[in-house]
């Protein structure tokens, strides 16, 4: 009888010992026949000391699956779908789109993404996924911040006390049949993931990434939610979420909610920026140095990769290289940072004074003077823990109507709502610009304002027109 076992960080199949003395190719096919994936059986390999094959966990239901067709035996020397231990209740009445995404998951075989933007309740349908599916589950997310997050949000939606759910990361290390983890601690722990029945990647845009993409492929459960308001990648990576989670199974727009009343209604506002002449002419001339070296050296650049890969690699070792960065990076300041954005600042916050406004910047140094102009408290990667934490709280509880920051908060952080949101800069990704929009589209009497200060002529501009 052959039996199918965990060893170390591998999936092992053990074959009847009359077996062991034939070649691995000969015993691959006795066991599987041509039932098996050929990029599966490529990746399977023969411990040199026991005689038994390898893979990688993610391969667990292929495997299994050829063994059937060739009606090999086999047995499992783990539980596959561990139950869970308590019972579970919804206190949250779903929304239709909720029920949908669920309906859309389980059709596709109980693996795949589901996309929803911020706002509109992803961690509810992990909760109701957890309920239907009753199994183990492993919620794995971006950020030490959202391990709390999930868990109160978990225990309420699910009539647990948060004591029931385990916290793993930052210091934390409990495992229990309902567990968060931080995507740093999965990569460092993947033996524990044998434990769970089902998989929940929040942000699951992180996973392709060279690193954490080891979490899915030494998971053994076929079971697997993506949970993702921006899945899409600049390095095209977000094409793997098919293998290492499921095919897309369901998308709604934050367009698509607005209509059904399920997000606040709201306005983006397009507010152009203009340049000193003095600015100007100081932009041109770095875009005249910058472009002139990608003319000289037939560089073209498509993708930020590009740019890593050919102007600043290089520029450690060319001179000319160097300076050409430089030019670019001092002419994306002007362009982003112009001193009429502070004006148009001014204006919006006495149009808005009576407003809960979150200002968002992409340079920090941007967000400390706004913060020192303005006399408004801000969030960037240098706030200590403790001292954002008391913001976003005075934020919420009203107590602070403005709040100044960068991209710390663009995701992996639960931002108190507001009505109105400021982009002073951004980049060009649509995921940054749908994560700052999500930011005001929580339900709300009136109408919520998204503003964005574009300076006019520049690359700026550029940047805006592609995030649409």
């Given at each position: 009888?052959?039996?199918?076992?965990?060893?170390?960080?591998?999936?092992?199949?053990?074959?009847?010992?009359?077996?062991?003395?034939?070649?691995?190719?000969?015993?691959?096919?006795?066991?599987?026949?041509?039932?098996?994936?050929?990029?599966?059986?490529?990746?399977?390999?023969?411990?040199?000391?026991?005689?038994?094959?390898?893979?990688?966990?993610?391969?667990?239901?292929?495997?299994?699956?050829?063994?059937?067709?060739?009606?090999?035996?086999?047995?499992?020397?783990?539980?596959?779908?561990?139950?869970?231990?308590?019972?579970?209740?919804?206190?949250?009445?779903?929304?239709?789109?909720?029920?949908?995404?669920?309906?859309?998951?389980?059709?596709?075989?109980?693996?795949?993404?589901?996309?929803?933007?911020?706002?509109?309740?992803?961690?509810?349908?992990?909760?109701?996924?957890?309920?239907?599916?009753?199994?183990?589950?492993?919620?794995?997310?971006?950020?030490?911040?959202?391990?709390?997050?999930?868990?109160?949000?978990?225990?309420?939606?699910?009539?647990?006390?948060?004591?029931?759910?385990?916290?793993?990361?930052?210091?934390?290390?409990?495992?229990?049949?309902?567990?968060?983890?931080?995507?740093?601690?999965?990569?460092?722990?993947?033996?524990?993931?044998?434990?769970?029945?089902?998989?929940?990647?929040?942000?699951?845009?992180?996973?392709?990434?060279?690193?954490?993409?080891?979490?899915?492929?030494?998971?053994?459960?076929?079971?697997?939610?993506?949970?993702?308001?921006?899945?899409?990648?600049?390095?095209?990576?977000?094409?793997?979420?098919?293998?290492?989670?499921?095919?897309?199974?369901?998308?709604?727009?934050?367009?698509?909610?607005?209509?059904?009343?399920?997000?606040a209604q709201y306005k983006e506002m397009y507010i152009?920026?203009?340049?000193?002449?003095?600015?100007?002419?100081?932009?041109?001339?770095?875009?005249?140095?910058?472009?002139?070296?990608?003319?000289?050296?037939?560089?073209?650049?498509?993708?930020?990769?590009?740019?890593?890969?050919?102007?600043?690699?290089?520029?450690?070792?060319?001179?000319?290289?160097?300076?050409?960065?430089?030019?670019?990076?001092?002419?994306?300041?002007?362009?982003?940072?112009?001193?009429?954005?502070?004006?148009?600042?001014?204006?919006?916050?006495?149009?808005?004074?009576t407003d809960q406004i979150i200002l968002f910047s992409?340079?920090?140094?941007?967000?400390?003077?706004?913060?020192?102009?303005?006399?408004?408290?801000?969030?960037?990667?240098?706030?200590?823990?403790?001292?954002?934490?008391?913001?976003?709280?005075?934020?919420?509880?009203?107590?602070?109507?403005?709040?100044?920051?960068?991209?710390?908060?663009?995701?992996?952080?639960?931002?108190?709502?507001?009505?109105?949101?400021?982009?002073?800069?951004?980049?060009?990704?649509?995921?940054?610009?749908?994560?700052?929009?999500?930011?005001?589209?929580?339900?709300?009497?009136?109408?919520?304002?998204?503003?964005?200060?574009?300076?006019?002529?520049?690359?700026?501009?550029?940047?805006?027109?592609?995030?649409?």
């Open positions: 009888m052959t039996t199918i076992d965990h060893r170390g960080h591998d999936l092992v199949i053990i074959p009847d010992k009359k077996m062991l003395q034939m070649p691995t190719p000969e015993l691959v096919q006795a066991l599987f026949g041509s039932y098996l994936p050929a990029d599966i059986r490529s990746a399977i390999g023969r411990d040199k000391r026991h005689a038994f094959l390898r893979t990688q966990p993610i391969h667990f239901y292929a495997v299994k699956q050829a063994l059937q067709e060739q009606h090999t035996p086999f047995t499992l020397a783990f539980e596959e779908r561990p139950g869970l231990p308590f019972e579970t209740a919804l206190n949250v009445e779903p929304r239709p789109y909720q029920d949908e995404a669920l309906k859309s998951w389980q059709a596709a075989g109980n693996a795949g993404v589901i996309i929803l933007p911020t706002g509109a309740g992803k961690t509810l349908v992990a909760a109701m996924t957890i309920h239907k599916m009753k199994l183990w589950t492993l919620v794995v997310v971006p950020t030490l911040d959202l391990l709390q997050q999930w868990q109160v949000s978990l225990a309420s939606s699910l009539s647990l006390s948060a004591d029931e759910i385990g916290v793993f990361g930052g210091g934390e290390k409990e495992i229990k049949p309902i567990t968060i983890i931080t995507y740093d601690s999965a990569v460092l722990y993947t033996y524990e993931l044998k434990r769970f029945g089902l998989l929940v990647f929040d942000e699951c845009h992180h996973l392709p990434a060279p690193t954490y993409r080891l979490i899915a492929e030494s998971a053994f459960t076929p079971l697997r939610l993506g949970l993702s308001a921006t899945p899409e990648r600049s390095d095209m990576a977000h094409f793997d979420l098919e293998q290492l989670i499921g095919p897309e199974v369901y998308r709604r727009s934050p367009e698509e909610l607005t209509e059904g009343r399920y997000l152009d920026i203009s340049l000193s002449s003095e600015d100007e002419a100081r932009y041109a001339e770095q875009r005249r140095i910058y472009r002139s070296f990608l003319q000289r050296r037939r560089i073209v650049i498509r993708s930020p990769e590009d740019f890593q890969q050919k102007i600043i690699f290089l520029s450690a070792r060319d001179s000319e290289a160097r300076k050409a960065m430089l030019a670019w990076r001092e002419a994306r300041n002007i362009a982003m940072n112009a001193p009429a954005k502070y004006t148009e600042i001014e204006r919006l916050l006495r149009l808005h004074a992409e340079y920090n140094q941007v967000v400390d003077e706004i913060s020192r102009r303005f006399c408004l408290p801000s969030i960037t990667y240098k706030t200590p823990a403790e001292e954002r934490r008391v913001i976003l709280e005075r934020f919420r509880s009203g107590q602070y109507t403005k709040l100044a920051t960068g991209r710390v908060l663009n995701e992996g952080v639960d931002v108190p709502d507001c009505r109105v949101a400021i982009i002073v800069s951004g980049n060009s990704t649509k995921r940054e610009y749908i994560q700052r929009l999500g930011r005001v589209l929580r339900p709300k009497a009136g109408q919520a304002l998204l503003y964005e200060l574009v300076t006019s002529s520049t690359t700026e501009e550029e940047m805006a027109k592609r995030r649409k």
